[in-house]
């Protein structure tokens, strides 16, 4: 998980730098207003400038549909067919438009619209740019309403001045050099006049006609004004543009060209002496785009003062032929009546590759399901994703400006966040475990990691902090660990955390130097209970002896089920024996009052054998080994009491082997061989059965019956089946994964791991920690069992079905099992002992023999596989009875893991389940 988090995060960083200086660029290079949209027009990206524009923030209008919040209904349809053009290959649609803010303000844009390419050529989306061109059109505006004002001027002075002035044309000659022509036809009419003399001089006028000439100055001189404004304001555009390093071009209303600088050479690779006087379409515009643009350029003649500028986004082609994408500032200039094109370029290549991954980057962190948080150098919150949202419950508009601590859950103190921004501070990131607040209240833990984002010269300018919310891993997790350290019946501490917590006293003991007691408790003839009342009395009478038990101990002191109805239980600190007979006493009398179960008074009673922690021993194997032997004795003494471990039990049957076996687990001596199980028809693998060895220092590799019975008599049968099992299931998942392998795992289980209460739940941790299915792993046991406790263990072959694993009968033959019995069990095969099958062709009682088991595991729809096939004899007798499937050194000797995965490298065979 952590190297995924630092995956993304590092990919976030550079997303982030990019779009850093992306955005950077922008804003030296220009104003505008930018919007991104996806096909379905919903919005993507929205800067700082639309932000103004259209009065709304960019985190309101992310996501939302463009149509929605700024179009009425009335223009949808034509909106829509606009971006369908784009779409489908339009180079570029320009137009102007109002925009009205959320506060009612108009703004004017003049809008240019491209689509976006993805990598296959396709369009995914839309880029529009508008510039403000409010205060141009505000001037355009006034201009005409001048123009229309001065027109009304000249005809009220030429319905109001005396003589009447017939012909316009004259009156604009008067108002302007307060002069008339000679040849001036007038007539005279009414009280207010003009006097001029022979040349046309105005002598003198009436009060009336100068106030209306005066009028019609402060209008011409109002009108002069706003042309001055208009055209400070497109030098100043052009100084700008004349100012950066993209190049420069002119050409004339031909589309000749009249001028080319420096940066156009180098840019195009044509020199200027080479291209003064030539077309301007046929140097860098593409053959196929000649026309096109021809049109454009004649079409932005024709809308004369109108056009302004415009940008436009196109193909452009060097002089060695290769094309590449430009963005071109188009103005023009009027020089008396000729006009000229002014051209500012510049690349947009990178730009749109900054922009895809821009976008790319913005569309991953949206869609993360990690929170994303990005933070200034005074910790102030700068943005987040929807999953911190979603995570913490706070929206963005509460946390932006914020400090990160408002989700500090007060669980870690100042030397945890010392300690972290030291890290943060020398290496420039951590990642860790942290506990924090949701807006509830509620505490949950995180996997946090913060990243320093650097600019180019190494300063630190943002804190950019990933984080997933492990709640439900912190569960899981919980579970996982209650079910592999304690008992599914009694909630009490199993095998596995009771010799974790029994280490843990023995080197306490040796540090301070005192004692402590191990007891080993099994209920007295608690068989006849479950054989009398039922397994459900049973289980129900383990639970409340567990409950009895631990109210006579201490808060440092352990009660844990050991297996079936055997209990152990650590007494810590005591100072002599006295003690732990103080509290084995409390215990005894505890299980001895009657067990109300079903309305019915149950009595059992209790066998306890004592050892004491360092006197007898301080190894975990040899205290278990005294409580043991000391317990049996108690029981041999009549029961219902308590023993201490002494020196003559010690003496008594103790083989030498078993501490060597304990040894071998210690140091790892155990291995796994395969042996291949095949179908007898078809001669394919079904299967594996997992062999347990033992590869011995002194004595070489130690097969299973030299060992197993000594390791059957004691925990180490539990300890050795344990590992096998969860050995083999990771190895076959292996194989399964990463060679085709398809057949089951087969893995012996002992009736002492069985036996054991425990063995559900290492059966589950087996098959979760590897990943491999629990149809694909095979149980085998000994079919002895089924007569030692067919009842009571019935149900828990059920529940080994209920996990949905198989169930397999081995050594089937060496003891008789009656059919009434097999029956009741959900056995799926049935694998005949090695002796039935040796030579068994060459006698007729073993023939009969082989075919009545394969008879009555047909029958009942159990698989039947025969073990120790050696001659093509053995295996051509036993296909003509029908046995199902078969393993032996004929078919394949055992083999390493090694081995037997270097078989599946060189042919790499896919095998049937």
Not at 350 to 368: F, G, Q, R, W
Not at 813 to 826: C, D, V, Y
Request: aromatic share 8%.
């Amino acid at each position: 998980m952590n190297k995924e988090l630092r995956k993304i995060s590092d990919a976030f960083v550079e997303a982030l730098k990019r779009k850093e200086a992306r955005l950077h660029s922008l804003l030296q290079t220009d104003n505008r207003v930018l919007v991104y949209l996806s096909p379905t027009h919903l919005i993507l990206e929205f800067n700082k400038e639309a932000e103004q524009v259209y009065g709304l923030r960019r985190e309101e209008v992310l996501g939302k549909d463009y149509f929605e919040l700024f179009l009425p209904k009335s223009k949808w349809k034509k909106a829509a067919e606009d971006i369908r053009q784009i779409l489908a290959g339009e180079p570029c649609i320009g137009f102007e438009g109002r925009v009205m803010s959320s506060d009612f303000r108009a703004t004017h844009l003049s809008w240019n619209v491209v689509p976006i390419l993805g990598k296959q050529g396709a369009s995914v989306g839309i880029f529009a740019a508008g510039l403000d061109i409010t205060e141009i059109r505000r001037h355009r505006e006034a201009l005409k309403e001048i123009v229309k004002k001065r027109s009304s001027e000249i005809n009220t002075v030429m319905e109001t001045l005396r003589p009447k002035i017939v012909d316009r044309k004259y009156a604009e000659e008067v108002l302007r050099k307060k002069k008339l022509p000679k040849d001036l036809r007038f007539k005279t009419s009414g009280p207010l006049f003009v006097q001029i003399d022979a040349h046309g001089t105005i002598i003198s006028m009436d009060d009336q006609a100068e106030h209306s000439l005066e009028i019609l100055r402060a209008k011409i001189a109002e009108r002069k004004h706003a042309e001055d404004l208009l055209r400070k304001t497109r030098l100043s555009k052009d100084l700008r543009l004349r100012k950066s390093r993209a190049p420069f071009i002119q050409i004339d209303a031909s589309g000749t060209i009249i001028f080319w600088d420096h940066q156009a050479e180098l840019i195009f690779g044509w020199s200027k002496k080479e291209v003064i006087g030539r077309l301007f379409n046929e140097i860098i515009i593409p053959q196929r785009l000649r026309e096109i643009r021809k049109m454009s350029i004649h079409h932005f003649l024709a809308e004369g003062d109108d056009a302004l500028f415009k940008r436009i986004f196109l193909s452009a082609e060097h002089r060695s032929g290769k094309e590449f994408p430009v963005e071109m500032v188009l103005w023009m200039t009027k020089i008396g009546p000729s006009y000229f094109f002014n051209i500012f370029m510049q690349g947009i290549a990178a730009h749109k590759k900054a922009e895809k991954k821009e976008y790319l980057a913005t569309t991953l962190i949206n869609a993360a399901n990690e929170a994303i948080i990005s933070t200034d150098l005074h910790g102030n919150i700068l943005s987040v994703n929807p999953a911190f949202s979603r995570i913490t419950g706070y929206s963005v508009e509460e946390v932006i400006g914020k400090n990160p601590s408002i989700l500090k859950s007060k669980r870690h103190d100042k030397g945890f966040y010392k300690a972290m921004w030291d890290k943060i501070t020398t290496s420039g990131h951590w990642a860790g475990e942290i506990w924090n607040r949701r807006k509830n209240g509620e505490i949950f833990p995180e996997w946090l990691s913060i990243t320093a984002l650097k600019d180019k010269q190494g300063n630190v300018i943002q804190y950019v902090a990933f984080y997933i919310d492990i709640t439900g891993r912190k569960e899981d997790e919980t579970k996982l660990y209650r079910r592999a350290h304690y008992d599914e019946l009694t909630g009490l501490p199993n095998r596995t955390l009771f010799k974790e917590r029994l280490l843990q006293n023995i080197k306490l003991t040796k540090r301070n130097r005192k004692k402590s007691a191990l007891l080993f408790l099994d209920l007295d003839k608690f068989k006849q209970v479950n054989d009398t009342f039922g397994h459900m009395a049973g289980d129900r009478i383990l639970n409340e002896a567990g409950k009895r038990m631990l109210t006579c101990i201490r808060e440092a002191d352990t009660v844990a089920r050991y297996s079936g109805d055997e209990f152990l239980v650590i007494l810590s600190d005591i100072t002599d024996r006295k003690d732990s007979v103080v509290v084995t006493n409390k215990i005894i009398e505890k299980l001895s009052s009657p067990f109300l179960i079903n309305d019915r008074n149950i009595s059992i009673s209790a066998s306890i054998g004592i050892t004491i922690i360092p006197d007898d021993g301080e190894e975990i194997a040899v205290l278990l080994n005294n409580a043991d032997r000391a317990m049996y004795q108690a029981k041999s003494l009549g029961r219902n009491r308590f023993y201490f471990f002494n020196r003559e039990l010690r003496t008594e049957k103790y083989s030498p082997l078993e501490s060597d076996i304990r040894r071998g687990i210690e140091q790892q001596e155990f291995v796994i061989y395969y042996q291949a199980i095949i179908d007898l028809v078809s001669s394919k693998t079904i299967g594996l059965e997992a062999l347990i060895r033992w590869e011995h220092p002194d004595h070489g590799l130690i097969l299973p019956d030299q060992f197993m019975p000594t390791a059957e008599k004691s925990d180490l049968i539990c300890e050795i089946g344990e590992w096998a099992l969860k050995k083999a299931c990771k190895q076959a998942k292996h194989w399964r994964d990463d060679y085709r392998y398809s057949g089951a795992i087969s893995v012996n289980v002992s009736n002492r791991q069985l036996n054991d209460s425990d063995f559900d739940a290492v059966l589950k941790q087996a098959l979760e920690e590897s990943g491999l299915l629990a149809q694909h792993l095979t149980i085998e046991i000994v079919g002895g069992f089924l007569l030692e406790k067919d009842d009571k263990w019935n149900a828990r072959y059920k529940k080994l079905k209920d996990l949905g694993v198989k169930l397999s009968i081995h050594d089937f033959g060496r003891e008789h099992i009656p059919l009434s019995k097999l029956s009741r069990h959900p056995i799926d095969q049935l694998k005949i002992d090695k002796p039935f099958i040796q030579n068994f062709s060459l006698d007729p009682k073993k023939i009969s023999l082989v075919s009545a088991i394969v008879s009555m595991g047909h029958h009942l729809n159990m698989k039947v596989l025969a073990m120790g096939i050696e001659t093509d004899q053995e295996m051509s007798f036993l296909k003509g009875l029908g046995c199902d499937g078969g393993q032996g050194y004929l078919i394949a000797k055992p083999l390493s893991a090694e081995g037997f995965e270097a078989v599946l490298k060189e042919k790499m065979i896919a095998l049937s389940p």
